[in-house]
């Protein structure tokens, strides 16, 4: 039996998870000081002067989007042979369901735990750190994933205003008040 106090804490334990990434992505230069991944903000004059741009961004939702779509579609393969028929109108809006809520999921939940998602790992993106750290909030990471969803319902008509204007937040990161950056080699 381990008695408490002898093992590893939770937070030594997540620190060592592959999400966090660290090495240097391909261009970027690695003497530049920055924050620590979970224990020091980065100062607002850094976040804005690496914000992302919205091509890492366009990878980090595609692969999310990716992710999303391979559980929504295993779905409804286990459905269809479980039953043995294509699904009908009510299963398609089961579906649906499905998805908006395997989406909140699979994205605010990590945006929780780490302040990143699957596709933000990907793509080197992280939520500039707020004053308690990396990670957002569960509000924050909520208002991050309805920013998205607007972006994605309206066809991302709204990251045009973005793409002229790096500093310029998009509807997730004017939600969440956390801008996406790029995370550098610490």
Known sequence: ????????????????FPIHGERALPGE???????????????????????????????AFAADLAGISLAVTLALVGAAAATGRAPRAPGLA???????TFSYAFVALPLTLFGRTVG?????????AGTAGRSLTPAEA???????????????????????????????DRLSGRPLVRELEA
Do not use: C, K, Y
């Open 1 to 16: 039996m381990i008695a408490r106090g002898n093992g590893p804490s939770p937070a030594d334990v997540l620190a060592e």
């Open 142 to 172: 909520s208002r991050r994933w309805v920013g998205t969803l607007a972006a994605a319902a309206l066809l991302g008509a709204p990251l045009l205003f973005t793409r002229r204007d790096r500093r310029r937040p998009t509807p997730a």
């Open 29 to 59: 230069r690695a003497d530049v000081p920055t924050a620590s991944p979970v224990t020091q903000p980065v100062a607002t004059s850094e976040a804005v002067a690496d914000a992302a741009s919205l091509a890492p961004r366009a990878v």
């Open 120 to 128: 933000m790992s990907l793509a080197g993106l992280v939520a500039r």
């Open 94 to 100: 089961w579906a649906g369901a499905f998805a908006l």
